[in-house]
Every structure is written in structure tokens, then in C-alpha cells.
């Protein structure tokens, strides 16, 4: 039986749609619905997150049923994990960049978590690295990626967002740019933070918190 994870010591944030007014007919939007409610541990924080959806209220909007979410939310955590994105990088990082066996990336997470009360297992690490992987892999795809293109097309374009996520100062930034119409994961860019490397990945991963 899995035992739940215990946090002493743990904030809480409560995310909004950046966008406040549809944007087909400009109407104010309304609360419609809780995305998602859980606990994200990050490099810096344990949170426990409350992920507040939108619509508009109009019933004859042809936007009635899109649903409005926070792009600091999405940013937080990958859908359905408890680590934060800034983990996953961390560990792709150490694995990759630094060469780092399983049980040194495992020791240094541990280090770092302990501040916090927390721990991760070595399994976990195992299962972060694999998230981190599949986000340089599926990169090379999203040109071919028809789906997507149709999903661009019925929307009307793009409403991006743009993240950088930097685990550690000296270490390489991960730029995330989201599609925040269709809430999707759509490219990733890793450069080193002294502009001199190349850029390593795209990549795009949908899904919902």
C-alpha cells in the first residue's frame, strides 16, 4: 500500500486565468471549475496548488466552451506530477549534462529536498529522467504533428506563453513556449545561460493537471 506523502510545511496558491475577458466577445469571464488540486514540490517550495478554471459566461459565445487556465500553473508541474518542472530539469541535467550516475542524482535531490522534510525515491529519479527524455524526443516530432496543426487551425492561431526555467544559477535555462488555446506543452528550447550553446531541443507534450 502506498503511503501518503507527509508535508510539515506548505503554502498555498491559488491560480487564475491570466486572460480575464473572452476572447471572442470580449465578455468578462466567469469560475466555472477547480482543474486540479494538489501538491507540487519544487527546488524552492512545497505547494499546495488550487488550479481555478474559466469560461465565458455568454450561452451564445461561439467560445462558450473553451476553458480558460493559469499559465503559471501549467508551469508549475506536469500534468499529473507531484515534482516540479524545475525537478525534472534538474535531474535531466545532472544525468546529461553532468554525467551523473542514478544514485549521485538521487544523493543531490535528497540534499535538496531535505530542507523541506522531503524525500524522493530512486525510482522517482528513474521516472523524472524518463519525463525529461520523452520531452527532448518528442521534440523532433512537432513538425510532423498534424493534430496540433488542426487543433492551430480551429483556434485561429496561437496565444503563447513563454517560460525560462533555470534548476540552479550556471546552469542551462530551459525556455517553454505553451499554446494557452489549446493548453498544450508546445516546444521547449535548452540553450546554455552564456549563449554560447546550440539549441538542443523542441518539444511539445499535451495534456491536462
Known amino acids: 500500500m502506498r503511503t501518503k506523502r507527509v508535508v510539515p510545511h506548505m503554502g498555498k496558491r491559488i491560480f487564475h486565468p491570466e486572460l480575464k475577458y473572452c476572447l471572442e466577445c470580449q465578455s468578462q469571464l466567469e469560475r466555472c471549475c477547480t482543474i486540479s488540486q494538489r501538491t507540487v514540490i519544487?527546488?524552492?517550495?512545497?505547494?499546495?496548488?488550487?488550479?481555478?478554471?474559466?469560461?465565458?459566461?455568454?450561452?451564445?459565445?461561439?467560445?462558450?466552451?473553451?476553458?480558460?487556465?493559469?499559465?503559471?500553473?501549467?508551469?508549475?508541474?506536469?500534468?499529473?506530477?507531484?515534482?516540479?518542472?524545475?525537478?525534472?530539469?534538474?535531474?535531466g541535467q545532472l544525468r546529461l549534462g553532468q554525467h551523473q550516475t542514478v544514485d549521485e542524482v538521487h544523493h543531490t535531490l535528497l540534499?535538496?529536498?531535505?530542507?523541506?522534510?522531503?524525500?524522493?525515491?530512486?525510482?522517482?529519479?528513474?521516472?523524472?529522467?524518463?519525463?525529461?527524455t520523452a520531452l527532448l524526443r518528442t521534440g523532433t516530432e512537432v513538425t510532423y504533428d498534424q493534430e496540433w496543426r488542426d487543433v492551430v487551425q480551429l483556434n485561429g492561431g496561437l496565444l503563447i506563453s513563454l517560460d525560462g526555467i533555470q534548476p540552479d544559477k550556471g546552469n542551462e535555462t530551459i525556455y517553454l513556449v505553451r499554446d494557452l488555446l489549446d493548453f498544450a506543452l508546445a516546444r521547449s528550447r535548452e540553450r546554455d545561460v552564456d549563449h554560447q550553446g546550440k539549441h538542443q531541443a523542441t518539444t511539445r507534450a499535451s495534456g491536462c493537471a
Open 42 to 91: 519544487t527546488l524552492n517550495q512545497v505547494v499546495r496548488l488550487i488550479h481555478c478554471g474559466y469560461r465565458c459566461p455568454q450561452p451564445t459565445c461561439p467560445g462558450r466552451s473553451r476553458l480558460y487556465r493559469s499559465a503559471q500553473a501549467d508551469a508549475l508541474a506536469l500534468p499529473g506530477f507531484t515534482f516540479g518542472l524545475d525537478v525534472v530539469l534538474l535531474v
Open 111 to 132: 540534499q535538496r529536498l531535505a530542507p523541506f522534510q522531503q524525500t524522493i525515491s530512486r525510482r522517482e529519479i528513474l521516472f523524472l529522467f524518463e519525463a525529461y
